[in-house]
């Protein structure tokens, strides 16, 4: 059974770096066509691809966020790491990580963590 | 970028009804789509993927249909349990792109 949980922290002020990690079981990332994504949604809107990375350490982003993301993978500790940087009011969303299929469709995601910038 | 455009934004229907959710791709994407339906304060929920494969486990009066740039969700009889928000995703290319969403509610 594949399960993802997000975690990281619920405020952040802005200009400061995000750093959220999903800790996953039930596959491992250094098997052959396995992906794990970042998806957004800020209150109220509709969801937005962040990254995504693959078993190979190919890494994949929104060109629109490119230059702040970086997507890494800890396969011993069976973790993906996303941090954003210089963060603005408008990136206030729930970020949720998800599992991809080899057809690109998530099929197994995460509860979200709810993030919050503010001063 | 693969712009995604989901019709009509929001529907109202009753329980029993026959309702179809449109999403059209700026550029032909095979069958490279997928649809996620999401309640409130819940994350989305994989419906159909390969615009047409039913996820196991989503019941069989939900489908999916179209190829290159004209995809529908069919929900065939409405049930309580359905009115929630649909979206719609291309994995053509990167970066993958959502649509806008659908908010099914209860006429």
């Known amino acids: 059974q594949i399960t993802l949980k997000e975690s990281g922290p619920t405020l952040v002020k802005p200009t400061q770096t995000l750093t959220v990690t999903c800790t996953f079981s039930g596959f491992s990332l250094s098997t052959n066509g396995v992906g794990v994504g970042w998806i957004r949604q800020p209150p109220g809107k509709a969801l937005e691809w962040l990254a995504l990375i693959f078993w190979d350490d190919d890494q994949r982003y929104s060109p629109s966020l490119r230059s702040r993301l970086t997507i890494t993978k800890d396969t011993s500790k069976n973790q993906v790491v996303l941090t954003m940087t210089n963060m603005d009011p408008v990136d206030t969303a729930t970020f949720y990580c998800?599992?991809?299929?080899?057809?690109?469709?998530?099929?197994?995601w995460g509860q979200g963590t709810v993030v919050t910038v503010s001063s | 970028d693969i712009q995604m455009t989901q019709s009509p934004s929001s529907v109202s229907a009753s329980i029993g009804d026959r309702v179809t959710i449109t999403c059209r791709a700026s550029q032909g994407i095979n069958s490279w789509l997928a649809w996620y339906q999401q309640k409130p304060g819940k994350a989305p929920k994989l419906l159909i993927y390969?615009?047409?494969s039913l996820q196991s486990g989503v019941p069989s009066r939900i489908s999916g249909s179209g190829s290159g740039t004209d995809f529908t969700l069919t929900i065939s009889s409405l049930q309580p349990e359905d009115f929630a928000t649909y979206y719609c995703q291309q994995a053509k290319s990167f970066p993958y792109t959502f649509g806008q969403g659908t908010k099914l509610e209860i006429k």
């Open positions: 998800a599992h991809r299929l080899i057809t690109g469709a998530f099929d197994i």
């Open positions: 390969a615009a047409s």
